[in-house]
C-alpha cells in the first residue's frame, strides 16, 4: 500500500503534456519522467493566450525568455478587450487588463470612480494599463530583465510551435523520456491503482502516478475511472469554434497588446496577434447558429481588415467541445491536467492557466508515497471543483450584463435560469457594494475581485453609491491613486516600446535565430 512515488507517466503530449512533464522533472529531479503521446492523435492547438502566471511557469521550468519567443511566435498580452459585449452601439468597449488597480486594497476604488469620475470608463480611470494596450506598447523596455514586467503581462502563442518547445526542451536538457506509441490497455494492481499502460510497440509501460493529458477524451479519468463529467451547456452555451491563422496586410502592422473579443450574433470572435500573423476564431453554439453562417460571420470580420479577397480566400476549421468538468480529478494514482481535466471556452483564456494551477499544487505537494496520494486527491478534488464553479461563474458574468437583444442567443443566456445560483447572489450584493476580497475566500482565487469589478463595471453594471466617510471610503485617498494613474498614463505611453519594436530589440540581441518580425 504504501508504495513510494518514483516514475511519473504522462499520458497525451500538447501543451499540457509537456507542461506537466516539464515542470515535475526540473523541480523533482530525483523522480523518473515519461510521457507516452500517439503519433495519430493530433493536439487541439488553440490555447494561444496565456496568463501572467506563464511567466513564473517557464523560469520554473528553467526557460529562457528570449528563447521561447523566438520559437514559439510568442507576442505580449496584457489584457483583453471586449467589443460591442455591452450593447451594438458603435466603438463600444472596455478593457480587462492584467494590473490590478494601484490602490485597490487600501480604499474604495469604485466608490471613488462612481462619484468623480464616472464620465471616464471604469479600467481607463483607475489602471494605465488599457492606455498601454490601446496604444499598441510592450509591458517593458529592452533593457528590463526577462521575465521581469513595468506593466503585468502574460503571452499570445502559436500552441503547436509552444508543445514542440516544450518538447525539446524537456528532451534534451530535463532528461524526459518520451515514447510515442498508441496506448491499447491501462492495467490496475490488486488494489485498484494503474500498474501500467500496455503500448503497440513498447509493451507495458508501468508507473506509480499518471497524469491524463490525453484531451477530452480522458482515456484514463474517463475511460478506465469513469470520472462523471458535469455537462455546463445550459450555463454556458458555445461548443462550437471556427479557426482560422490571419496574415498581416504588411510585415510592420502593428501587434495588438490585448486579445480582442468582439461579440456576435450567435457567440464571439477572439483576434490574438501573433508576430507573424494573427490567430481568429468565432466561439458559438451550435443550437443557434450552422457551421456555413459561422465562416461567414469569421470571413466578414476578417474582411474588415484585410480585405473581401483575403479574407475569403481563410482556410478554416471546425472544433466541437463539450462545456463542463469531471466530477473527480484524481482518482488512485490517476490525475487528469488539461482538457482531460475540463475545458468551458477560451474566453479569458483560462485553459493553460487550470494547467498551471493543477502542476503547481500537485508539485509543491508531490505524494510520498499512497497514504500520501489518497489525502492529497481529496484536497485536489476539493479545491478544483471549487476553481472550476468559479471559472464559470466568471465567464457567465460576460453575458448577463448584456444589453445585446439582436438575437434568441443573447436574450437566453442572459435568463435567470442559466445563470449559476452563487453569481446570481453576488448580483444581488453588488447592487449594494462593489465586488471585495470578502467574496472570493479562497487563496488563491482564479479570478480576484478586481477582475470582476472590471468586466461589472465595464458592462455599465450600477451599485449604489456609497457615500460613507471611514478608514476604506476616503475620497483623498481615492484621488490620491487616480492622480498617481494620471501621471503613469503620459509617462508610461512615452517610455515604452511597441510589441513589434522590443521584440526586434530583443532579437537583435541574440540573432542567432531568425524570427518573423
Known amino acids: 500500500m504504501n ?7 504522462v499520458l497525451g503530449g500538447g501543451a499540457a503534456g509537456w507542461l506537466s512533464a516539464g515542470l515535475l ?26 496568463w501572467p502566471s506563464m511567466r513564473n511557469t517557464l523560469k520554473r521550468i528553467g526557460i529562457k525568455e528570449i528563447d521561447f519567443l523566438k520559437h514559439c511566435d510568442a507576442s505580449f498580452k496584457q489584457g483583453s478587450k471586449f467589443i460591442n459585449w455591452r450593447n451594438l452601439n458603435p466603438g463600444e468597449n472596455y478593457y480587462h487588463p492584467f494590473m490590478t488597480p494601484q490602490g485597490y486594497l487600501e480604499t474604495n476604488l469604485h466608490a471613488y470612480w462612481q462619484q468623480h469620475a464616472a464620465t471616464q470608463k471604469y479600467a481607463d480611470a483607475l489602471n494605465m494599463q488599457s492606455f498601454v494596450c490601446q496604444a499598441g506598447l510592450a509591458p517593458k523596455q529592452v533593457t528590463t530583465p526577462e521575465y521581469a514586467a513595468v506593466t503585468n503581462y502574460g503571452y499570445h502563442l502559436d500552441a503547436g510551435k509552444f508543445a514542440s518547445f516544450l518538447k525539446e526542451h524537456c528532451e534534451n536538457q530535463l532528461g524526459v523520456c518520451h515514447i510515442v506509441d498508441d496506448v491499447v490497455a491501462v492495467n490496475n494492481d490488486d488494489q485498484g491503482y494503474i500498474r501500467s499502460l500496455t503500448t503497440k510497440q513498447h509493451g507495458d509501460i508501468t508507473g506509480d502516478l499518471f497524469i491524463d493529458c490525453s484531451g477530452a477524451r480522458g482515456r484514463l479519468i474517463a475511460e478506465h475511472y469513469n470520472s462523471a463529467f458535469i455537462n455546463q451547456q445550459h450555463t454556458l452555451f458555445n461548443n462550437s469554434a471556427i ?7 504588411n510585415e510592420q502592422q502593428e501587434i495588438a497588446s490585448a486579445t480582442l473579443s468582439t ?45 473581401a479577397e483575403l479574407a475569403e480566400q481563410l482556410h478554416t ?9 469531471r466530477k473527480q480529478f484524481w482518482i488512485k494514482n490517476c490525475l487528469a491536467i488539461g482538457m482531460s481535466q475540463g475545458f468551458i471556452e477560451p474566453l479569458e483564456a483560462s485553459a493553460l492557466a487550470m494547467v498551471e494551477l493543477s502542476l503547481t499544487m500537485l508539485s509543491e505537494q508531490m505524494p510520498q508515497e499512497r497514504k500520501h496520494m489518497a489525502l492529497l486527491a481529496t484536497r485536489f478534488n476539493q ?135
Open 3 to 9: 508504495k513510494k512515488i518514483q516514475h511519473i507517466v
Open 25 to 50: 522533472s526540473a523541480e523533482h529531479p530525483d523522480k523518473q519522467i515519461t510521457l507516452i503521446e500517439s503519433a495519430n492523435i493530433a493536439i487541439s492547438g488553440v490555447g494561444e493566450g496565456t
Open 317 to 325: 476549421r471546425k472544433l466541437n467541445f463539450t462545456p463542463g468538468y
Open 383 to 517: 479545491r478544483f471543483s471549487y476553481r472550476w464553479q468559479r471559472v464559470i461563474d466568471f465567464l457567465k458574468l460576460h453575458y448577463i450584463l448584456s444589453e445585446r437583444d439582436d438575437s434568441q442567443y443573447w436574450l437566453d443566456i442572459k435568463t435567470a435560469a442559466s445563470t449559476p445560483p452563487r453569481l446570481a447572489e453576488l448580483i444581488k450584493i453588488w447592487q449594494y457594494q462593489p465586488p471585495s476580497r470578502f467574496d472570493f475566500i479562497e487563496n488563491e482565487e482564479v479570478f480576484p475581485s478586481a477582475s470582476y469589478q472590471y468586466v461589472l463595471y465595464g458592462m455599465g453594471f450600477d451599485t449604489q453609491t456609497n457615500k460613507a466617510k471611514n478608514t476604506f471610503n476616503n475620497p483623498e485617498i481615492g484621488h490620491y491613486f487616480y492622480q498617481q494613474n494620471r501621471e503613469k498614463i503620459a509617462q508610461y505611453l512615452q517610455a515604452l516600446p511597441t510589441n513589434r519594436a522590443l521584440l526586434k530589440q530583443l532579437f537583435e540581441q541574440t540573432p542567432d535565430q531568425k524570427a518573423h518580425l
Open 263 to 307: 461579440a456576435q450574433p450567435h457567440g464571439w470572435i477572439w483576434d490574438i496577434g501573433l508576430p507573424s500573423r494573427r490567430g481568429i476564431g468565432y466561439t458559438y453554439c451550435d443550437k443557434y447558429c450552422d457551421e456555413q453562417t459561422a465562416v461567414a460571420l469569421l470571413k466578414n470580420y476578417a474582411a474588415q481588415s484585410v480585405g
Open 243 to 249: 479557426a482560422a491563422h490571419l496574415p498581416y496586410t
